[in-house]
């Protein structure tokens, strides 16, 4: 069975010319080729002269064989059935799927960073090591820490090694603490962290602000906490106001304040987690800096800590020799966790966030955080009658609405994330945090326009009003996908991504999407 059947397909006219369209392989004929180039005048070297006979497959790889026409329209109609942050907008909440600026797109195609190789030599890379240092900088600026790893690949990776070194810490004092604590409203990579870094987890409940409930906090802790991991914003998009009273409440029983930077683009150029008493602060450079976060692609997590936390970082870090006059790895860090990326992470994502830095400055970096809570702020009031917040009250880069009001007429707030496609817009995180019913987690970004955002609000405010007048739009959408609902359950516990090379009878049995 192909991946594709396990989908239903759609009736839609875009969904119908889309949908059946053959899988690269099936469109394979042996010996066809995607060029068409006259032989080279002058001698190649062969293959079995540059690769050892005993590192050369026995037989070709049975890679599909199609022609050049073919192999563009292939991949040109796969792109067609995505929604791409090119394509529109994406509200996504907590993802921060923002425009990523096409000439920090154009400098990390450069070939002088994209055509680098890990083994070279220092010498050799001064430019780039120079870019990595200049930026460390600027994130350390930024966050009030005093020196970064960029070698973690995501946010939770970033998580990870920020809870190993504060392990690391708290063994160097001698202390062997067991929990860390998070908050109810946390995202769900940081209870996942937590325990894949051998500590408990603790959870806080919010109060009715939907902020950390403070006498329960202070209940909580004891010289058995090693730290606290916080995202503040929340991931209610609402900033923790007592942040300096839980700063000080867990600094007195010696715990370490981790701060969740994947919220980072709400506050950026105006406060900075150090400040706040943070001592461990990861960010999400695919979120706040330029790329946007998912679709599967690399990601960028560097990880910043105070001075106290310094040696324990990741080896090797970054130095800078005055002297010499001269950028260098150094591998000398007896205390410290050891490495948890080869090399020094993904550095293409490093260069477009430089890129989006200076283009930007310091004041541009502060407008990213005043038009995100700005924007943010707007779609909220101007949705507000239709799909109330949670917790009143202004909110930051991001909020939470709830859909419970559509209950009554048998619409959730999965028919509504559904139905927002039929309008061009990429539904907003579904059923996240856990805290709210029927949530729907929105978050425009700092890079849509007035017009865009005034667009889906009208689509929202549409489609609220469809679900009391005819509410089988919404639990029929979308209605014009190559994919409309896929079964959830089936594709989690018999998700088929393999092609397997059809014999004549598989090939008849296997079940073909309904004709339009
Ligand atoms: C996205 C996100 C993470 C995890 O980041 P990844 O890069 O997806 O691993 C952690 N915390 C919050 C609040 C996030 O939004």
Known sequence: MTPGAQLESSAGTRGAANANFPLIFELSRAGRRAWSLPQAGVEAPQLDELIPDAYRRAEPARLPEVSERDLVAHFTRLSQRNWAIDVGAYPLGSCTMKYNPKSSEEVARMPGFAQLHPWQDDDSVQGALELLGTLERALCEATGMAKLTFQPAAGAQGELTGLLIMRAFHQANGEARTRVIIPDSAHGTNPASVSLAGYEAQEVPSDERGLVDLDALRAALDDDVAGLMLTNPNTLGLFERDIARIAAALHEVGGLLYYDGA???SIVGLVRPGDMGFDIVHMNLHKTFATPHGGGGPGSGPLAVSQRLERFLPAPVLHWDGGAERWS?????????????????????????????????????????????????????????????????????????????????????LDVAKRLIDYGFHPPTVYFPLVVEEALMIEPTETESKETIDALADALIAIAREASEDASELHDAPHDTPVRRPDEARAARDLRLRWQPASSERAAQRPRAPAP
């Open 263 to 265: 919220n980072f683009n």
């Open 329 to 413: 790895w150094n591998h000398d860090r007896p205390d410290s966790i050891g490495r948890i990326h080869s090399f020094h992470g993904n550095f293409g994502i490093n260069v477009r966030a430089y890129a989006y830095l200076r283009s930007l400055g310091p004041e541009g970096l502060r407008r990213v955080a005043e038009h995100a809570v700005l924007n943010a702020n707007y779609l909220r009031v101007r949705i507000e009658d239709s799909f109330p917040t949670a917790y009143p009250g202004i909110c930051m880069h991001e909020f939470v609405s709830t859909a419970k009001g559509l209950k009554k007429d048998k619409v959730r707030a």
